[in-house]
């Protein structure tokens, strides 16, 4: 079974800076990590996604985070990162980790993101 554990959420405020971290593990078996991302929710809206990153490093992100946030991964490691600078009131939201296993989503659990005003 392969799990996906996220870390790095937190409260921060307006301007400020975290780092999520989400580690993909798994017992019993070897596995291969196609591409990975980062979801975000907020209350009452649709997951959309943040950011994406292929095996080979070939990234893609949303219009309202370019600029400001860096994903970035160890293939070795199976860990993918999302750096948020200049964060503001509308990146509140849940962060759910991602990852493309032979074909199937999994999912983290989610991290809570709040940035105060």
């Known amino acids: 079974q392969v799990q996906l554990v996220e870390s790095g959420g937190g409260l921060v405020q307006a301007g400020g800076s975290l780092r999520l971290s989400c580690a993909a593990s798994a017992s019993g078996r070897s596995f291969y990590i196609n591409s990975m991302g980062w979801y975000r929710q907020a209350p009452g809206k649709q997951r959309e996604l943040v950011a994406a990153i292929t095996r080979g490093g070939t990234t893609n992100y949303a219009d309202s985070v370019k600029g400001r946030f860096t994903i970035s991964r160890d293939n070795a490691k199976n860990t993918v990162s999302l750096q948020m600078n200049s964060l503001k009131p509308e990146d509140t939201a849940v962060y759910y980790c991602?990852?493309?296993?032979?074909?199937?989503?999994?999912w983290g659990q989610g991290t809570q993101v709040t940035v105060s005003s």
């Open positions: 991602n990852a493309d296993i032979l074909g199937y989503n999994y």
